[in-house]
Structures are given as structure tokens and as C-alpha cells.
């Protein structure tokens, strides 16, 4: 039985951080890494203006999703936790990418009970109607937003663009592998079986 529910980003949190930029590179002539992205918005970290760099994304988005490589472990540790818990996947995609978003779920063996594009980075009213324990998030203030909001621990995905201070309750990690542990720690099985 699966007692609790967690919420969990897409990009930059199941995909990897870097999906982006190789598309980015080809198209703009860039060679950007991830050290590279200081902040969220990528125009920044580059000579491209807001416009042009949205204009050309809305033809790439669906080839990007699509093209997007898991981060390591997601794929294990998801697997594993799909009988202990419920996996309602919260994303700022556009419901015009969902067709894509669930097959890319299929092929990439992640499994999934839902999957909520919401089209846009306010997430607190998704977490809030699916009544999530915990979320994962790789958008600094998205994480500490829903955890203030929600009182819920949120797993933050370390990347160069969301290094800024977090509060208590707010917990980074490096990989799928630490989250795991983390999931271990503040859900003990034992706790588990007993709800």
C-alpha cells in the first residue's frame, strides 16, 4: 500500500540539467557548459536577446523533451520507489508537449501514476491539489516557495543556477542516489507500514 505522494519536476530534476545545451550550442554558436548557467534564465549566459532565444525554444521544445537524456539513477531509484510511493510528476511543460512528455516517460522506463503540466512555474496549486509529502525540484525558488507554503521537505537538485542560501527543510542533493538516502531517512519503512 502507498501511503504518501511525492511531487517531482521534470527538467533539470528527472532530466538532466544539461538537456539544453547542446541544442543551445549548435543553434546559437555557443559552447556553453553548465558551469556556464549562473542563473535560471539562460539568456543570460550568452549574447542572445530574450525574444530571439523564446522564438527559436518554442520550435525546439518538443525535439528537446524528446532528445532529453535522464539524470543518473533517476531510472533506479524511481523504479524502486514506484511500489512504496505515488509519483505525480509536476512540471512547468505546456500541455501542448504531454503526448511527448508521457512517451519519453515510456521509453525511458521512469515509471509515473501522473504527470501535471502546468504550463507554468507556479507549482504551489499542483502540490497543493495532489497533496504531496515531499517535492523535487531543481528551480531554487520554486523549492523554497513550496516548502514555505506546503510545510513539506523539497529535495533541491544542486546546479550551478540554484546555489543561493536554502532554508531548513529545503535539502540539496547531488544526485538520485543522495535523494534516495534522503527519502530513506525522513520516510523510514517501518513508519511506512504502520500509517
Known amino acids: 500500500m502507498r501511503n504518501l505522494r511525492f511531487g517531482i519536476d521534470i527538467d533539470g530534476t528527472v532530466t538532466c540539467p544539461t538537456s539544453l545545451l547542446p541544442h ?45 537524456p535522464a539524470q543518473p ?7 524502486s520507489w514506484i511500489t512504496q510511493f505515488e509519483l505525480f510528476y509536476i512540471s512547468a511543460r ?3 508537449v504531454f503526448q511527448g512528455t508521457q ?30 509529502d515531499a517535492f523535487f525540484e531543481d528551480k531554487h525558488d520554486n523549492a523554497v516557495e513550496i516548502h514555505e507554503e506546503l510545510q ?11 546555489r543561493m542560501t ?3 527543510g529545503v535539502i540539496r542533493v547531488y544526485d538520485w542516489q543522495e535523494a534516495n538516502k534522503w527519502i530513506q531517512h525522513l520516510f523510514p519503512v517501518e513508519e511506512l507500514i504502520k500509517k
Open 24 to 68: 543551445i550550442n549548435k543553434q546559437f554558436g555557443c559552447e556553453l557548459i553548465l558551469e556556464d548557467i549562473k542563473e535560471y534564465d539562460l539568456t543570460k549566459a550568452f549574447p542572445i536577446d530574450e525574444k530571439t532565444f523564446y522564438e527559436w525554444y518554442k520550435l525546439a521544445e518538443s525535439h528537446i523533451y524528446e532528445t532529453s
Open 73 to 79: 539513477f533517476a531510472q533506479e531509484v524511481l523504479s
Open 94 to 96: 505546456g500541455n501542448h
Open 103 to 132: 512517451e519519453w516517460f515510456t521509453r525511458e522506463a521512469i515509471p509515473f501514476d501522473h504527470i501535471e503540466l502546468t504550463g507554468s512555474h507556479q507549482k504551489i496549486e499542483a502540490a497543493k491539489k495532489f497533496g504531496v
Open 152 to 162: 513539506i521537505p523539497v529535495l533541491l537538485f544542486d546546479t550551478p543556477y540554484n
Open 166 to 168: 536554502i532554508p531548513d
